[in-house]
C-alpha cells in the first residue's frame, strides 16, 4: 500500500508563491509515476503536473505551463510542486496521485483514472 500526504498549501496573494510537498510512505516514491491534480469547487478534476519514476521526464498542464515545477526526490520519498506566479484561478484543493501500474515508457498519465493511490489534498488559495 501507498500512503500520500500532502502539505504546504495556504493562503497567497496572486503572483506570489507556494511549494507543495507530498510526503509517500508504505512504497518507495522511486519506483512509480507521481501526479499532482487540483479540483475546485464546482469543477472537474485538473491535471496539473506530473513526474516519471526517476524524474527525467515531466509533464504539465496547459494551464500552468512555465509557471509550476514539479520534482522528486526519492531518496526522501517526496514529491515537490513548486508554484510560481499565481493566480485566482489556481484556487482549489490540490492532490497528489500515484500511478503504480503504468510502465516505464507510457506517457505520463493526465487522467486521474490511471492514478490509483491519492492524498487527501490541501487547500491553496490565492487572493487577487
Known amino acids: 500500500q501507498v500512503q500520500l500526504v500532502e502539505s504546504g498549501g495556504g493562503l497567497v496573494q496572486a503572483g506570489g508563491s507556494l511549494r507543495l510537498s507530498c510526503a509517500a510512505s508504505?512504497?518507495?516514491?522511486?519506483?512509480?509515476?507521481m501526479g499532482w491534480f487540483r479540483q475546485a469547487p464546482g469543477k472537474e478534476r485538473e491535471f496539473v503536473a506530473g513526474?516519471?519514476?526517476?524524474?527525467?521526464?515531466?509533464r504539465y498542464g496547459d494551464s500552468v505551463k512555465g509557471r509550476f515545477t514539479i520534482s522528486r526526490d526519492n531518496a526522501k520519498n517526496t514529491v515537490f510542486l513548486q508554484m510560481n506566479s499565481l493566480k485566482p484561478e489556481d484556487t482549489a484543493v490540490y492532490y497528489c496521485?500515484?500511478?503504480?501500474?503504468?510502465?516505464?515508457?507510457?506517457?505520463?498519465?493526465?487522467?486521474?483514472?490511471?492514478?490509483?493511490?491519492w492524498g487527501q489534498g490541501t487547500q491553496v488559495t490565492v487572493s487577487s
Open positions: 508504505g512504497r518507495s516514491s522511486s519506483s512509480y509515476r
Open positions: 513526474i516519471g519514476w526517476s524524474g527525467g521526464s515531466t
Open positions: 496521485a500515484a500511478d503504480t501500474f503504468s510502465g516505464r515508457f507510457t506517457p505520463i498519465a493526465t487522467m486521474g483514472s490511471r492514478y490509483d493511490y
